[in-house]
Nanobody, 132 residues
Framework: HVQLVESGGGSVQPGGSLILACEVS????????MGWFRQRPGEEREGVASAYIGDAHRTYYADSVKRRYSVSVSQTNAKTTLYLQMKWLGGQDTATYYC???????????????????????WGQGTQVTVS
């Protein structure tokens, strides 16, 4: 049973930076697809970044966050953590951020397809980011 726990959310001033973390537990494999999504108040959920863990941690970014967001992965002592580094934050970045993981999505689909469809099996509880 895969469990995801996000952390690192909070309040930040415009132009500032923030790093979110998503700790993964219970994954039986070393390679799988993960994504970061966000949901602004009153809007639908939006995929912002994906990473295929294990495949050189191949990453993909939505156009709305390219050059401002970056994903990194830490794998130590059987623990995997997915990070989302965000910079040059503005009001449009205020949202609840979720990480998600799916053991069955092929690496070739762990990119724009995953971000657009947003259909992954396992989700975290979300962490709030407020830019003001």
């Amino acid at each position: 049973h895969v469990q995801l726990v996000e952390s690192g959310g909070g309040s930040v001033q415009p132009g500032g930076s923030l790093i979110l973390a998503c700790e993964v537990s219970g994954a039986p494999y070393d390679s799988y697809c993960m994504g970061w999504f966000r949901q602004r108040p009153g809007e639908e959920r939006e995929g912002v970044a994906s990473a295929y863990i294990g495949d050189a941690h191949r990453t993909y970014y939505a156009d709305s966050v390219k050059r401002r967001y970056s994903v990194s992965v830490s794998q130590t002592n059987a623990k995997t953590t997915l990070y989302l580094q965000m910079k040059w934050l503005g009001g449009q970045d205020t949202a609840t951020y979720y990480c998600a993981a799916d053991l069955n999505i092929d690496r070739t689909l762990c990119a724009d397809t995953v971000l657009i469809r947003g259909v992954l099996d396992n989700w975290g509880q979300g962490t709030q980011v407020t830019v003001s």
